[in-house]
């Protein structure tokens, strides 16, 4: 057995996922995977990480932090890199993996500290436009790891290699099912997913748009929606008001299941969702979500569409009338759905995971120099 695997992640699922993915290739391989992440996330960890020993440092991010702030961040992170060099030098890990965010920079920089001994330093990006944690850290990486070829700002410093975004191992067992259009005047199933914590914009949007569906199609419809909790009794009224056969939550912890039950998924373009669409084979409509950082999304959604997998639809677009004559467009025409789903089932790589800790393996085997 090779010396352990850190895995440093924290902040949003899009980190998060494919690190418990890779944690699972990891141990599936009689590896043992070390976890590196921040007390908020460390709070709301998921099943795939309960056997995994965990390491809480400190973290924080400089962006967006403002003049005040910045110099507290910036303590914030120095401590935290003194800690993981602590447990890196203790445990003497072989490979350190980073997947973005903020929480990922103490250790990958503590890791870089520890001279000839040091770890390997993979660092995995998620998202088709090259994240500013990634950004920084390249220079001192030995790879980086894209799940899109096309990747956009990839810094110069690391070797690059397209290893695709592993997904959750319950979406991952899902891949290659297969997908069955709506039968004529059969149930239409429609999912909508709003990223971590549900999208203000598909509360407003989506109940008023399938209430102008015409009645026929209306009654078709199985709709599973999640919604923040503030929302989730106004949009359960109105969809009630609509007749529309509805399952509104803030949270569902069967994702897999309602993916491959859908024949149409509205959602966010998060870079987990969209890798889980591709896995699924799922057709999709696509709102990325405005303002995000390097307007990450939207390039994430160009992705799928361009293939076919997709509609991406820009926020400011999104309008009852406009994702009504969407859905309308698709659930008429059941053969553009199978041929979306095949689109989006082409660009999947369900062995990520896989080819990620093929790689992680490989370099951990290697001799570093300081």
Same mark, same amino acid.
């Given at each position: 057995?090779?010396?352990?695997?850190?895995?440093?992640?924290?902040?949003?699922?899009?980190?998060?996922?494919?690190?418990?993915?890779?944690?699972?290739?990891?141990?599936?391989?009689?590896?043992?995977?070390?976890?590196?992440?921040?007390?908020?996330?460390?709070?709301?960890?998921?099943?795939?990480?309960?056997?995994?020993?965990?390491?809480?440092?400190?973290?924080?991010? $400089?962006?967006? #932090?403002?003049? /005040?702030?910045?110099?507290? +961040? *910036? =303590?914030? &992170?120095?401590?935290?890199? @003194?800690? %993981? !060099?602590?447990?890196?030098?203790?445990?003497?890990?072989?490979?350190?993996?980073?997947?973005?965010?903020?929480?990922?920079?103490?250790?990958?920089?503590?890791?870089?500290?520890?001279?000839?001994?040091?770890?390997?330093?993979?660092?995995?990006?998620?998202?088709?436009?090259?994240?500013?944690?990634?950004?920084?850290?390249?220079?001192?990486?030995?790879?980086?790891?894209?799940?899109?070829?096309?990747?956009?700002?990839?810094?110069?410093?690391?070797?690059?290699?397209?290893?695709?975004?592993?997904?959750?191992?319950?979406?991952?067992?899902?891949?290659?099912?297969?997908?069955?259009?709506?039968?004529?005047?059969?149930?239409?199933?429609?999912?909508?997913?709003?990223?971590? $914590?549900?999208? #203000?914009?598909? /509360?407003?949007?989506?109940? +008023? *748009? =399938?209430? &102008?569906?015409?009645?026929? @199609?209306? %009654? !078709?419809?199985?709709?599973?929606?999640?919604?923040?909790?503030?929302?989730?009794?106004?949009?359960?009224?109105?969809?009630?008001?609509?007749?529309?056969?509805?399952?509104?939550?803030?949270?569902?912890?069967?994702?897999?299941?309602?993916?491959?039950?859908?024949?149409?998924?509205?959602?966010?373009?998060?870079?987990?969702?969209?890798?889980?669409?591709?896995?699924?084979?799922?057709?999709?409509?696509?709102?990325?979500?405005?303002?995000?950082?390097?307007?990450?999304?939207?390039?994430?959604?160009?992705?799928?569409?361009?293939?076919?997998?997709?509609?991406?639809?820009?926020?400011?677009?999104?309008?009852?009338?406009?994702?009504?004559?969407?859905?309308?467009?698709?659930?008429?025409?059941? #053969?553009?759905? /199978?041929?979306?789903?095949? +689109? *989006?089932?082409? &660009?999947?790589?369900?062995?990520?995971?896989?080819?990620?800790?093929?790689?992680?393996?490989?370099?951990?085997?290697?001799?570093?120099?300081?």
């Amino acid at each position: 057995m090779l010396r352990p695997v850190a895995i440093a992640a924290g902040g949003t699922g899009g980190h998060l996922f494919p690190a418990e993915a890779l944690a699972a290739a990891l141990a599936a391989r009689g590896q043992r995977p070390v976890l590196f992440t921040d007390a908020r996330t460390a709070e709301r960890l998921g099943p795939g990480f309960a056997h995994v020993e965990t390491h809480v440092i400190p973290a924080e991010g $400089l962006a967006g #932090r403002g003049i /005040a702030r910045a110099p507290r +961040a *910036a =303590l914030t &992170l120095a401590r935290g890199t @003194l800690a %993981a !060099r602590r447990v890196l030098g203790r445990i003497g890990a072989a490979a350190i993996v980073g997947f973005g965010g903020y929480p990922s920079v103490p250790p990958i920089v503590a890791a870089r500290t520890l001279g000839a001994r040091r770890p390997r330093i993979v660092l995995h990006e998620q998202n088709a436009v090259l994240g500013r944690a990634n950004r920084a850290l390249c220079p001192i990486a030995d790879l980086l790891a894209l799940s899109f070829a096309a990747t956009t700002r990839v810094a110069g410093g690391a070797a690059t290699r397209v290893t695709g975004n592993p997904v959750r191992p319950g979406i991952a067992a899902r891949a290659g099912l297969g997908y069955a259009p709506p039968a004529e005047n059969g149930a239409f199933r429609l999912l909508v997913l709003g990223g971590s $914590l549900g999208a #203000r914009v598909f /509360a407003d949007v989506v109940p +008023a *748009a =399938l209430a &102008l569906l015409p009645d026929a @199609l209306r %009654a !078709r419809i199985h709709l599973v929606m999640q919604a923040r909790g503030e929302d989730v009794e106004r949009c359960s009224v109105a969809l009630d008001a609509a007749g529309i056969a509805a399952t509104v939550a803030p949270f569902f912890a069967d994702v897999a299941e309602h993916l491959t039950a859908a024949h149409l998924v509205i959602a966010r373009a998060g870079a987990s969702t969209v890798a889980e669409l591709a896995a699924v084979g799922r057709p999709s409509i696509l709102v990325p979500l405005p303002g995000a950082i390097d307007d990450h999304q939207a390039a994430n959604a160009r992705a799928l569409a361009d293939a076919g997998g997709a509609v991406s639809l820009a926020q400011h677009t999104l309008t009852a009338d406009a994702l009504a004559a969407e859905i309308m467009l698709r659930a008429d025409e059941p #053969r553009l759905l /199978a041929t979306m789903a095949g +689109a *989006a089932a082409a &660009l999947a790589v369900t062995n990520a995971a896989d080819l990620l800790a093929d790689a992680v393996l490989a370099l951990a085997r290697t001799e570093v120099s300081a």
